[in-house]
């Protein structure tokens, strides 16, 4: 019967550990809170908070898809699908909401009308005063939009999406916890053989 070579063994087991440490923890974490973030969007809530604001969109009776999509949602979906993963360095995970007004939506905010901005609201009330007609729900909308004072400002509510949470918390260890039990596992060597007396 030949001896296992015990140095060897132990060098692959710490080099597999790290392996979990350093690149299939961050990933499998970033998934699945990545997974979880969006599922945020489709619930209309933060991890079961209360739920967000519903859009005035929907409150005023927008027609057509726009009328029907939940907060923050859209036929693209940006926003939501903007939420990703990276691991900046071994052993680390950074999750994300890439797109310039993520942090509006999240943390909400009062932002100012610009020049540009009304340019957009005259456009869409064209739009819609084309497809819907004149006294349509989104025809009046935007009209008010554009007919706002450079300057004026309109506020954001708060849409929390992404963040601390002790879901999140409870996921990550659950998630650490399964790895190192299937680490143990594939690692024994038949090394707990019971004791003869």
Do not use: C
Not at 60 to 84: C, I, K
Not at 180 to 196: D, Y
């Amino acid at each position: 019967m030949s001896v296992p070579n015990f140095s060897d063994m132990v060098k692959k087991d710490l080099a597999d550990l790290q392996k979990l440490r350093d690149r299939v923890l961050p990933v499998k974490v970033g998934r699945a809170v990545q997974a979880s973030v969006r599922e945020n969007f489709r619930r209309g809530n933060f991890y079961g908070s209360a739920p967000w604001l519903t859009p005035l969109r929907t409150s005023l009776g927008f027609r057509g898809a726009g009328g029907q999509y939940g907060p923050l949602l859209s036929g693209s979906n940006h926003l939501m699908m903007s939420t990703d993963y990276f691991v900046p360095k071994p052993g680390t995970v950074v999750i994300i909401s890439d797109t310039p007004y993520s942090n509006t939506h999240n943390e909400g905010e009062e932002i100012g009308v610009t020049p540009k901005m009304r340019k957009y609201f005259w456009a869409r009330h064209l739009e819609d005063k084309k497809r819907y007609g004149v006294e349509a729900p989104e025809t009046e909308f935007w009209k008010r939009m554009a007919l706002k004072k450079p300057g004026s400002r309109i506020k954001i509510p708060r849409r929390h999406f992404l963040g601390p949470d002790k879901h999140v918390d409870r996921m990550v260890q659950g998630i650490i916890e399964n790895e190192l039990e299937n680490f143990i596992k594939t690692h024994n060597h038949g090394t707990t053989a019971s004791r003869s007396h």
